[in-house]
């Protein structure tokens, strides 16, 4: 049974940086689909990074240029390295992996399908 763990949430103040880390167990990071969502209270969820198999990463509009996607694949850890934090990126932050054999990647909603592991998310809070 895959099992993904977040870890690297807390309080920081705006302006400041935070590393998110979401450790796999049970499970390799041959994901066709990996990426970093997020909810805010009240909120819908949004992906605000995400990788494909093949390398490639799709960012927000929100976060582009500001938080970056990576992964270890020998250790099977997937990152996500958030800096210049404002307090509109308050929110739980999740990551996901999807095997299921296909992957159209980007962050719209209608990719979400294509995740079928979800960690159980990471408080960030950015106060001003």
């Known amino acids: 049974q895959a099992q993904l763990v977040e870890s690297g949430g807390g309080s920081v103040q705006a302006g400041g940086s935070l590393r998110l880390s979401c450790a796999a167990s049970?499970?390799?990071?041959?994901?066709?689909?990996m990426g970093w969502f997020r909810q805010a209270p009240g909120k819908e969820r949004e992906a605000v990074a995400t990788?494909?198999?093949?390398?490639?990463?799709f960012y927000s509009m929100s976060v582009r240029g500001r938080f970056t996607i990576s992964q270890d694949n020998a250790n099977d850890v997937l990152y996500l390295q958030m800096d210049d934090l404002k307090p509109e990126d308050t929110a739980i932050y999740t990551c996901?992996?999807?095997?299921?054999?296909?992957?159209?990647?980007?962050?719209?909603?209608?990719?979400?399908?294509?995740?079928?592991?979800w960690g159980q998310g990471t408080q960030v809070t950015v106060s001003s």
């Open positions: 049970g499970h390799t990071y041959s994901s066709y689909c």
């Open positions: 990788t494909k198999i093949n390398g490639e990463k």
């Open positions: 996901a992996a999807g095997d299921l054999g296909f992957c159209t990647g980007g962050v719209d909603p209608s990719s979400f399908h294509e995740y079928n592991h």
